[in-house]
Every structure is written in structure tokens, then in C-alpha cells.
């Protein structure tokens, strides 16, 4: 993804001037770069990820006013009677945006007029932007500590003087005039000024008119992109919900539809096999309960299958045959495998409940080793050795014999 930075012009250039524009990569790295119309820009916006706009310093006001140590949305409620008396109209009428307190207490303060931000913003929403962003370009500029940083360029003269402090003015472009005039407004402190690459020559020229102090440096996008970055003064989040992307669903009605009608089918054909599922068991049921009637026509039917089960062992033990899960079996089993082992334990107790044989062994008869090998030779007769308590085992059937 990218993000495209725009340097738009002065409000007052008019709706046909022209916006310098840089489409930069996740590397940094600037993959195009050119003038254009804001409207015509509607491809790159749709395309990037976030758009920056810088903001020119004739059309944002930079205030320091006292503030009590207020955050959030008390600030923000705080913020037009802190700034009545410094602007000209109602400060209900522009978008105030503050940063961060500074060390004597004052809160540095955006200003810029609603009327016109809130539909350039929406503008860009409308093109297609994700998330738009929007500082002021007196503060984008590079500033070395001690020195004051300007720019020229578009019809207009950028100067910052501090972290928070710097301003725009519309001049006629005349290199004497821009020299001078920066020279004056940064007072004592050195000056780096930025000019357009193609007027290096002539500023540099007349560069010892303007006095001492003054350093000339090529602009280019590299010193806005990394100034941008640094800047906390976004403009955007002043204008509340205005200034963020509203989903347009119109786009996923489709999608959403066919979502909705792939998860109605879904649940249709789970309850079309659950229903079939169902009626297959009640016939199941219905086919054991039969064949339970016939079979034993004198017994109301229950539970068939655990009916069966009883009946068919009753049946085994009345013609002589013992269950795996009897107490005769299980104890005889026992008997057989204790008398191959080579020191058998010895026995203190046995007791059978819910088909399962506890036997109580004495400890000074128990053997791992033993234990070990009567388990495996009870496992070839189905049937399981668990030693639930020291000197304790429980024998259960695993299977029929």
C-alpha cells in the first residue's frame, strides 16, 4: 500500500490551482511525483492507503494560548473561549485543534475555517480515501535546533521558528523580496531557506543582499514527507465524524445476500438430514422392539437392546455358560493366573459390585515385578488390573471370554 502526500494550494489561489502531489511507497520511496487538480486525483486517492494533505500556511493559524491542564473532551470544550479574543469571527466557525502542553503551561493551537476544510476533506472521502490526515506546511518544514527553517514556493512564504510556532504569507514570488522578508522574520536566528531546485541559481545570486545567516537548500519531497511524520497536529480529527471514511455497504449488498442465502441453504440441508437421520433411528428402534416382542411376547418393552442383553444372560447362565463380567469368572480367572506366577500374592479380601472385582491383596505380598505380570496375563483373558489404592486391585471385564 501507499500513501500520497498533497501540498495544497492557498485558498485563496482559487478552485484552479494546481496541487503538487508525491505517491510514496511503504519503503519510502517516492514512486511518482507531479502537479495536478484535486478533483483529477481520484485514482491515486482511491488507491492509497492513507492521503496527507499539507495544509497551506496562509489558510492555518498557529496560536500559543494558556490553558488549564485539560485532556480530552474537556479541552476540546475549552478550546473556543481560549481562542475568542486571537481570532477574527466566531470560533465556532472553525475547526481548533490543540497539541501538547508545553513547558510555561501555554498549549500550542491549529486554527483553520470549517467551511472550507470540512468539504475539502469530505472531498477526499468521497474520491475514495481510507483515512485522510491534514497538517499545517509551516510545520512540516525541517527545523534545526536554534535556527529557523522556510520555504518559497506556490505563491507563498513558509517560515518556522519553533516546534509550534510558524506562519505562511502570500507573496508575489520576487527572489529580492522573499530573501528580505524571511530575513526579517526570523529575526536573529539562523536561516535555512528552501527554494525550487530550478531557482537555486538566482536566490543564491542575491543571497548577500538579503545579510548573514541565511543557507540555501533545494526543496524537495523528502523534507515534507519526514516533517509530515513528525507532526502532531492533524487537523482532521477536529472535525469529528465528518472527517472519517463512512463504509459504504451498497458495495457488499451482493456479497452479504449471497452470504445470507448460502447459510439459509446450509441450514435447510441440515435440518432436510437431521430429519431423515431421525426417522431412520425410529425405524431402527421400532425394527428392535418388534424383534424384542417376538421374542419375549409376555415382557413390556423398555429399553430392547439392554433388555436383550439381560435376557441373553440369563439364558447363558441357566444353560451353564458364565459371562466374562460374572464374579465366578472373573474370581476363577484370577485364580488360574496367581498360581502360574512365581511368588503368587496373597489374598485378604475380594468383594464384587457393579461388575467389578476388588481385591484386597496383603502388602507385604505385593511385588511390582508380579503385578506387572499378572496384569499382562488377566489382559489375555480379557480382563483389566487397575491398582486403585496400595495393595488394592480392581478387575474388570474388557470382553467376552
Known amino acids: 500500500m501507499t500513501t500520497l502526500y498533497i501540498r495544497h494550494p492557498a485558498r485563496a489561489e482559487g478552485e484552479g490551482a494546481l496541487c503538487r502531489f508525491a505517491l510514496v511507497d511503504d519503503g519510502g520511496a517516492i514512486a511518482q511525483q507531479g502537479e495536478g487538480l484535486?478533483?483529477?486525483?481520484?485514482?491515486?486517492?482511491?488507491?492509497?492507503?492513507?492521503?496527507?494533505?499539507?495544509?497551506?500556511?496562509?489558510?492555518?493559524?498557529?496560536?500559543?494560548?494558556?490553558?488549564?491542564?485539560?485532556t480530552g473532551a474537556r479541552l476540546r470544550a475549552a478550546l473556543p473561549a481560549l481562542v475568542e479574543e486571537h481570532i477574527l469571527g466566531d470560533p465556532l466557525d472553525a475547526v481548533l485543534v490543540a497539541g501538547p502542553a508545553l513547558p510555561d503551561g501555554r498549549r500550542p493551537v491549529a486554527v483553520v475555517q470549517r467551511d472550507w476544510f470540512e468539504p475539502l476533506v469530505k472531498a477526499l472521502l468521497?474520491?475514495?480515501?481510507?483515512?485522510?490526515?491534514?497538517?499545517?506546511?509551516?510545520?512540516?518544514?525541517?527545523?534545526?535546533?536554534?535556527?529557523?527553517?522556510?520555504?518559497?514556493?506556490?505563491?507563498?512564504?513558509?517560515?518556522?521558528q519553533g516546534q509550534y510556532e510558524g506562519l505562511g504569507l502570500a507573496l508575489d514570488g520576487n527572489p529580492s523580496a522573499v530573501l528580505q522578508t524571511a530575513r526579517a522574520l526570523a529575526g536573529d536566528a539562523p536561516l535555512v531557506l528552501y527554494v525550487p531546485h530550478e531557482q537555486l541559481g538566482e536566490y543564491q545570486a542575491l543571497l548577500a543582499e538579503a545579510g548573514p545567516g541565511i543557507a540555501l537548500e533545494s526543496d524537495a519531497w523528502a523534507h515534507w514527507i519526514a516533517g509530515s511524520k513528525s507532526s502532531t497536529l492533524d487537523l482532521v480529527p477536529g472535525l469529528g465524524t465528518a472527517g472519517v471514511a463512512q463504509r459504504d455497504w451498497s458495495r457488499w449488498r451482493w456479497p452479504i445476500r449471497l452470504a445470507i442465502a448460502a447459510i439459509v441453504v446450509n441450514i435447510i440441508g441440515v435440518n432436510i438430514e437431521w430429519l431423515r437421520l431421525k426417522r431412520e433411528a425410529t425405524a431402527v428402534r421400532e425394527g428392535m422392539s418388534q424383534t424384542f416382542r417376538n421374542a419375549y411376547p409376555n415382557q413390556p418393552v423398555i429399553d430392547p437392546v439392554a433388555q436383550m442383553q439381560q435376557n441373553i444372560a440369563r439364558a447363558k447362565a441357566a444353560g451353564g455358560q458364565v459371562s466374562s463380567g460374572e464374579f465366578g469368572w472373573m474370581a476363577g480367572v484370577l485364580g488360574e493366573t496367581t498360581r502360574t506366577l512365581p511368588r503368587p500374592p496373597g489374598i485378604a479380601s475380594m468383594e464384587f459390585r457393579e461388575r467389578t472385582l476388588t481385591v484386597r491383596v496383603k502388602p507385604e505380598t505385593v511385588d511390582p515385578a508380579t503385578t506387572g505380570?499378572?496384569?499382562?496375563?488377566?489382559?489375555?483373558?480379557?480382563?483389566?488390573?487397575?491398582?486403585?489404592?496400595?495393595?488394592?486391585?480392581?478387575?474388570?471385564?474388557?470382553?467376552?471370554?
Not at 499539507?54 to 496560536?63: R, S
Not at 475514495?128 to 514556493?153: E, F, N, T
Not at 499378572?374 to 471385564?397: K, Y
Open 38 to 70: 484535486l478533483r483529477n486525483l481520484g485514482d491515486m486517492v482511491a488507491a492509497s492507503r492513507r492521503v496527507v494533505v499539507l495544509l497551506a500556511g496562509a489558510d492555518v493559524t498557529l496560536l500559543a494560548v494558556q490553558a488549564p491542564p485539560l
Open 373 to 401: 505380570q499378572l496384569r499382562t496375563a488377566l489382559s489375555a483373558r480379557n480382563l483389566s488390573l487397575e491398582e486403585t489404592a496400595p495393595a488394592t486391585w480392581a478387575i474388570r471385564s474388557t470382553g467376552a471370554p
Open 126 to 160: 468521497g474520491m475514495g480515501a481510507r483515512a485522510v490526515a491534514a497538517m499545517p506546511s509551516q510545520l512540516c518544514l525541517p527545523l534545526q535546533p536554534g535556527s529557523a527553517s522556510a520555504a518559497i514556493g506556490a505563491g507563498e512564504l513558509l517560515l518556522r
